[in-house]
């Protein structure tokens, strides 16, 4: 048998193994989609930002957890790679699948947050993210939603928004009240960003 120097004894076994390494890793790769922008589902709680230019929330209220996150989002204001919109539940409390916390951001929004989010032109409020930048953002208390005539009707018992630029990203935060975020915890979730 042919034995290089100072080398393998069994080369095509070690060509084995390296490929299969390779595969491996190509397929662990590949399944951590958001890097890709492809839309997928994580139970595990932690945020993986597509790119990181996206931010991801230091501080979540008890009982909310990730369940997806996507690039593709229809709302999110931006396409593909250029935007990315994180959705947490609240497993604790019933129906909290039903009211979901949303974080939409974009390197190049395509439509306004005030129109993305549904909001009226609401308070401004001084935000310090961890980074130390200092941001306005603005909070607005309730959405448009349609009425039963297909008029538009402010609706402020439920959800409520947070709109900011940092850099060059724009973000907006949607929240219900109805999972327990109020506007306190959306201004400290918003101020967790990293």
């Known amino acids: 048998m042919y034995r290089w120097k100072d080398g393998p004894r069994h080369p095509r076994r070690t060509f084995l193994k390296r490929f299969a390494a390779i595969a491996g890793g190509i397929v662990a790769w590949r399944a951590t989609g958001p890097l890709l922008g492809d839309s997928v589902v994580n139970t595990g709680?932690?945020?993986v930002s597509a790119a990181s230019s996206y931010l991801s929330p230091r501080y979540l209220p008890a009982g909310y957890r990730l369940a997806e996150q996507?690039?593709?989002?229809?709302?999110g204001g931006g396409r593909g790679q250029e935007q990315l919109v994180l959705e947490y539940t609240n497993a604790s409390i019933s129906r909290g699948s039903e009211h979901p916390l949303l974080i939409y951001q974009s390197l190049n929004p395509r439509r306004s947050w005030?129109?993305?989010?549904?909001?009226?032109?609401?308070?401004?409020i001084?935000?310090?993210l961890p980074s130390k930048q200092r941001v306005s953002?603005?909070?607005s208390d309730g959405w448009r939603v349609r009425d039963e005539n297909n008029e538009?009707?402010?609706?402020?018992?439920?959800m409520h928004s947070?709109?900011?630029s940092s850099d060059n990203l724009a973000?907006?935060?949607r929240g219900s009240r109805l999972a327990g975020l109020n506007e306190a915890e959306l201004v400290h979730i918003a101020s967790s960003l990293a």
């Open 45 to 47: 709680g932690t945020a």
């Open 70 to 75: 996507q690039a593709e989002h229809p709302y």
């Open 126 to 128: 001084p935000l310090t």
């Open 137 to 139: 953002a603005t909070y």
């Open 114 to 124: 005030f129109t993305l989010l549904q909001m009226d032109h609401g308070k401004a």
């Open 171 to 173: 973000v907006g935060l």
């Open 162 to 164: 947070l709109a900011f």
């Open 152 to 158: 538009p009707v402010w609706k402020a018992d439920d």
